[in-house]
């Protein structure tokens, strides 16, 4: 009997599932949505509105049919860019999760955005007697947020892959004794980004203010969490690997020092490399990246064909520690 080898890297085949289920679950969710807007048609004007202005005034409008397409289309496109992200850079257990939250949010999206806008507008004759309140705006973008943290927590970790070869001999090393403990931590923080995200919510809690959308100062309060969660990590290399998580707990990632394959400085440009800055997934063979300004980084190659990369303060001296915890695993895995 012939046995064929499957030459498809194992995480290929997890992103894959992962992709498929997560993109599936957020056509339907803008699908069943579609439907239900659509069943609504003769209770709604033949133009709905679509977009309102200052003081909550109707300024667009779109026929139904209309409505339903540009919904649709917009959270199918969303969903093909996401699923791009998951089966191309998904060598990470971390990005399969954020793809396959982010398709559902997606998906989730579409539908809010039909039903919310649709359903406010149900038992009217025409669009500009359409009111919709300043908390709806809140609902659409945050209401998916749920599907999707329960699509990311379904996408299953990695499985343990220690290294089978010795980091390389000329690697840089931390100068310790055999039975000599080291920890070394630092906070990576701050950069462009900050300073950007600080301009959006100071922008959005004065456009809430100036239209009198009180329920719209959640927005400001949400972003400023999520630029908290973003832009300040916590690193720490120590004997049982590396460690980068935000100071807020998540997002995060651990890389046992049996996994490391090689630790090292490298320089990195946050628009070139990775796209922008924050937690990212980088052009070059999917690694993982806190990147929060450009410069230094310690880059931390793992068994599977995956990395990290955070920049960050003293990266030699991380790097070195990390190549020496990582000789330490592999010896302590070894017989005798």
């Not at 809140?138 to 947020?145: D, K």
């Not at 300073?195 to 100071?202: E, N, P, Q, T, Y």
């Not at 922008?203 to 009198?212: E, G, M, N, P, Y």
């Amino acid at each position: 009997m012939t046995t064929h080898h499957d030459p498809t890297p194992a995480w290929r085949r997890r992103a894959r599932r992962s992709t498929l289920w997560s993109s599936l679950a957020g056509l339907i969710l803008t699908l069943a949505a579609a439907a239900t807007v659509w069943s609504w048609r003769g209770d709604l004007p033949d133009q709905v509105a679509t977009h309102w202005g200052p003081g909550g005034v109707p300024d667009d409008t779109m026929s139904v049919t209309g409505m339903i397409a540009v919904a649709t289309v917009t959270a199918v496109v969303l969903l093909a860019l996401f699923a791009v992200v998951g089966l191309a850079w998904g060598s990470s257990a971390s990005t399969r999760r954020t793809a396959a939250g982010a398709a559902v949010w997606s998906g989730g999206l579409g539908a809010a955005l039909l039903l919310v806008t649709a359903g406010f507008q149900r038992g009217l004759d025409t669009p500009q007697a359409a009111e919709l309140p300043g908390w709806a705006l809140a609902v659409i973008l945050l209401a998916p947020l749920l599907p999707a943290v329960v699509a990311a927590a379904l996408v299953p970790g990695d499985p343990a892959q220690p290294a089978e070869r010795p980091v390389a001999a000329d690697a840089p090393r931390a100068t310790l004794t055999d039975s000599e403990r080291a920890v070394w931590m630092r906070t990576a923080q701050g950069g462009a980004a900050l300073v950007l995200g600080i301009g959006a919510v100071v922008a959005t809690t004065v456009l809430a203010v100036v239209a009198q959308l009180w329920a719209m100062l959640l927005v400001p309060v949400l972003l400023a969490v999520l630029f908290a969660a973003m832009f300040a990590f916590r690193v720490r290399v120590d004997a049982t690997g590396f460690t980068v998580r935000s100071v807020l707990g998540w997002p995060g990632t651990h890389v046992p020092a049996d996994e490391v394959v090689e630790a090292s400085v490298t320089r990195v440009s946050p628009l070139g490399d990775f796209g922008g800055w924050g937690w990212r997934v980088g052009f070059d063979k999917g690694r993982v990246g806190v990147v929060l300004r450009s410069g230094e980084a310690v880059l931390v190659e793992r068994t599977g064909g995956r990395g990290v990369v955070v920049t960050v303060d003293d990266a030699a001296r991380a790097a070195a520690l990390l190549n020496t915890m990582a000789d330490r695993a592999r010896a302590d895995r070894t017989p005798g």
